[in-house]
């Protein structure tokens, strides 16, 4: 067992090169690719009723069908990560991109469109926890928050092309050239991951470590990395197999990516980003081409605040974010709540909508966007780093269906201010929950929080640095 101390373990991976920059932003790609394909059916939809006129059932496999497909790929993919590498793992996935995104464009009739969307959900859940995990592999520890954040930033950017997109062919009513626009980057991420590096700590998982060494030289600008790579070899133990997850040892990481994968979701962010045209809609804006320009602000609210939020990861620390954004989030659901409730004039109304809305988006892209993402990349050990990101992923796509799918039943049993209220109530739980559990991992090495967890730390001392060595509690078996 190495021993950690504040010194060598805060400074060995303290610079960052232009080339780390370089890397984390093609990883990131993919999150454009999933902010695009999750986004653009919000305005497609639109239009593709008018051509399928799909029944109710098949309207909401339509909707859902990205869901299905993200789940299926996030929970069969963690074990591919750990075998084959990350990057490796990302080339496929833009391959599998190309596929359902033209698949989705020449669709014929409702049931081939699910079933592309369902392929491009495939890809979107193996990219959502591949890229930042690949991505954090790769980071120095001081700048990791940001850098991994690259991808949230990209998923905003995607979101935002989307309904820019969505917006160009509105007027035409041109669905298919919406989806077949998403090409694009799908082509510019399995270009750019053919030049990457393999993960350095992937690299050392499979016991090459004279590779790993000069992967680390390559992306750590010619410096020592020594006490790095060392830090790496002492956590390749054993093989890696789904029983090593549910180990009494790993509960604390556990339960705090779980958590943070429920509230991201259940705090009603998919309601915003998947049916905010119809939410305005429902606020009075008159036309399909109104609801879908508007949107289109909200979407710039989300790049803006994930922007600002970017070099606050790694200053300010990721609880004090979580805090601050989700008491922010209940604040915009709270006003959106009571401008339905009250039934405000048609004008107020819908200038309500949109400033809470802009309140919740940007409150979320500062606080659970980035956060979920960068956290649960961090926490897990290196021997099953994929295995519980996938999870994690797995059950986050799993609650983004159930929040989906809930959306219309809460609207007619509940009301619309209803609804947005629930939403709110789920926020403050986030909020007691990050209080009590989620630990502070800013500028700590990834072998650093390990280390914690091997020592029997509780979840909200896994990001602090000790002096000396206690007796590890947590080893595999």
Same mark, same amino acid.
């Given at each position: ?171 035409? =009513? ?11 980057? $799908? #082509?510019? &991420? @399995? !270009?750019?991951? /053919? ?121 300010? =620390? ?11 989030? $209940? #604040?915009? &659901? @709270? !006003?959106?709540? /009571? ?139």
């Amino acid at each position: 067992m190495h021993q950690m101390q504040k010194g060598p373990s805060a400074s060995h991976s303290d610079s960052m090169s232009f080339f780390v920059v370089l890397i984390a932003c093609i990883a990131a790609v993919a999150g454009i690719l999933f902010g695009f394909d999750t986004g653009v059916i919000s305005g497609a939809i639109l239009f593709i009723k008018q051509d399928f006129a799909p029944s109710n059932a098949l309207y909401s496999l339509i909707m859902a069908s990205v869901l299905v497909g993200a789940l299926i790929g996030s929970g069969v993919s963690g074990r591919f990560a750990d075998f084959f590498g990350r990057r490796t793992l990302l080339i496929i996935t833009a391959l599998i991109f190309i596929i359902g995104t033209l698949a989705s464009a020449l669709a014929h009739n409702a049931w081939s469109l699910i079933a592309a969307r369902i392929v491009v959900g495939v890809a979107i859940g193996i990219a959502s926890f591949t890229a930042p995990l690949y991505i954090s592999e790769i980071a120095p520890a001081r700048f990791r928050g940001a850098l991994v954040s690259l991808n949230q930033l990209a998923i905003t950017i995607g979101i935002l092309c989307s309904y820019a997109v969505d917006m160009h062919f509105a007027d035409v =009513g041109n669905w298919r050239w919406m989806f077949g626009v998403g090409v694009v980057p $799908a #082509l510019l &991420l @399995l !270009l750019g991951m /053919l030049i990457l590096p393999r993960s350095p700590r992937w690299v050392a998982l499979k016991g090459d470590i004279s590779q790993a060494r000069q992967i680390l030289q390559l992306i750590r600008h010619n410096e020592n990395v020594e006490l790095e790579l060392q830090e790496i070899q002492a956590r390749v133990t054993g093989k890696v197999s789904w029983r090593l997850l549910f180990q009494r040892w790993l509960f604390p990481v556990l339960g705090v990516g779980l958590g943070l994968a429920f509230f991201q979701q259940c705090t009603g962010i998919n309601t915003i980003i998947y049916f905010a045209p119809t939410i305005f809609q429902m606020a009075g804006y008159d036309t399909a081409a109104g609801a879908i320009s508007t949107t289109a602000i909200v979407g710039v609210a989300n790049v803006v605040f994930t922007i600002i939020a970017l070099p606050l990861i790694d200053l300010w =620390g990721r609880r004090p974010l979580l805090l601050l954004g989700l008491a922010g989030m $209940a #604040l915009g &659901l @709270l !006003l959106l709540s /009571l401008a339905f409730h009250f039934g405000t004039g048609a004008l107020l109304l819908r200038w309500l909508t949109l400033l809470s809305m802009i309140i919740y988006i940007a409150c979320f892209a500062m606080s659970l966007g980035p956060m979920m993402w960068l956290v649960i990349s961090e926490i897990f050990p290196l021997q099953i780093r994929g295995l519980g990101s996938s999870l994690a992923v797995s059950v986050c796509w799993l609650f983004n269906g159930i929040v989906t799918f809930s959306f219309r039943y809460l609207l007619d049993t509940l009301g619309t201010a209803g609804t947005f209220c629930t939403y709110a109530i789920v926020c403050l739980l986030g909020w007691v929950f990050v209080k009590r559990f989620l630990p502070e991992t800013k500028g700590v090495s990834l072998e650093s929080i390990e280390n914690n967890l091997r020592l029997g730390k509780r979840s909200r001392d896994l990001g602090v640095i000790s002096d000396h060595e206690t007796q590890p509690v947590g080893e595999w078996v």
